[in-house]
Nanobody, 122 residues
């Protein structure tokens, strides 16, 4: 079982910055592939960014050049640095574990965080 602890959401004006954090608590001595998703009111949850344990990153087009995903494997923590925020970035942001890579085996059951609210005002 894995527990995800998210933090860092808040309210900012357009053009501002926020940094989200998500710590995975569970498997020890393993590396995690993790993602960020978001869900705006009345819309479906959408992919934002992902990072593999080897550092490979992926972004949705709408955040490229503004958001940066990073990780600290020693802390099993993933970060999402969000710059040049826009009102359309307003959403509940969720982190997700995509894969847990351990020495003897990989685990692919998905785990979701509780979500952290990001509100950007114009």
């Amino acid at each position: 079982q894995v527990q995800l602890v998210e933090s860092g959401g808040g309210s900012v004006q357009a053009g501002g910055s926020l940094r989200l954090s998500c710590a995975a608590i569970g498997y020890h001595s393993c590396n995690y592939d993790m993602s960020w998703y978001r869900q705006a009111p009345g819309k479906e949850r959408e992919f934002v960014s992902s990072i593999l344990s080897d550092g490979t990153t992926t972004y949705v087009d709408s955040v490229k050049g503004r958001f940066t995903i990073s990780q600290d494997n020693a802390k099993n923590t993933v970060y999402l640095q969000m710059d040049s925020l826009k009102p359309e970035d307003t959403a509940l942001y969720y982190c997700k574990v995509d894969r847990i890579r351990c020495i003897l085996s990989d685990y692919t059951d998905p785990y979701w965080g509780q979500g952290t609210q990001v509100t950007v005002s114009s």
